[in-house]
């Protein structure tokens, strides 16, 4: 399985956007890009997904590297609800599966 | 919809015993999940059911079993329960567990093995 390196940690302050930056440099053409959060004591969460071109729903924006390199995932706007670690997964052909990292702990300054 | 459910929400257990830990999902969804998830890691999958009727290892299978109960309901075994296994399992499903979909996670099981 192609691996992602993410930041251990982020912190930003509230009603701020947040940048949150992945990097897939093994990826290959058909590799699809998620992202998953999960809240204290809680499952896994979808927050967004995406091939090749960038991707907007209504909690998150992807941005994908020309290259497919790298991706970004972008909060607009963090509330205090948005402190949870945020996982990018990469998921192959084949795979049928999603293989999490350690991914980033967010944490949100009120 | 309740989505993804799973019981018990915490179990304590001794080296040796054995329990099954239920999942259900009301979504109609063909694929289901087993991972496991240790302190500080992500997650690891265990088994999964691509369609009613199958199942298939994951990346840590060793140690579980797993039965595709009808679509709605994927159980996970432990038949002799090791301290190793102190964990949190959670159960997820899938429309169709093809590439690009969204999984859907329960809220977990806590196990503590003594």
């Known amino acids: 399985d192609a691996k992602t390196t993410q930041p251990n940690s982020m912190e930003s302050n509230e009603e701020e956007p947040v940048h949150l930056p992945c990097n897939h440099s093994t990826i290959s053409g058909t590799d699809y890009i998620h992202w998953y959060r999960q809240l204290p004591s809680q499952g896994p969460e979808y927050v967004i997904h995406?091939?090749?071109s960038n991707v907007n729903n209504r909690m998150a924006s992807l941005a994908i590297a020309e290259d497919r390199k790298s991706s970004t995932l972008i909060l607009h706007r963090a509330t205090l609800r948005d402190a949870a670690v945020y996982y990018c997964i990469l998921e192959g052909q084949g795979a049928q599966k999603l293989v999490f990292g350690q991914g980033t702990r967010l944490t949100i300054n009120p | 919809n309740a989505g993804v459910t799973q019981t018990p929400k915490f179990q304590v257990l001794k080296t040796g015993q054995s329990m099954t830990l239920q999942c259900a999902q009301d979504?109609?969804?063909?694929?289901m999940y087993w991972y496991r998830q240790d302190p500080g890691m992500g997650l690891r999958l265990i088994y999964y059911?691509?369609?009613?009727?199958?199942?298939d290892k994951g990346e840590v299978p060793n140690g579980y079993n797993v039965s595709r109960l009808n679509k709605r309901e994927f159980s996970l075994r432990l038949e002799s329960a090791a301290p190793s296994q102190t964990s949190v399992y959670f159960c997820a499903s899938s429309q169709n567990g093809i590439m690009g979909e969204t999984q859907y996670f329960g809220p977990g099981t806590r196990l503590l093995v003594l």
């Open positions: 979504m109609n969804h063909n694929s």
């Open positions: 059911s691509a369609s009613e009727g199958t199942t």
């Open positions: 995406g091939l090749t």
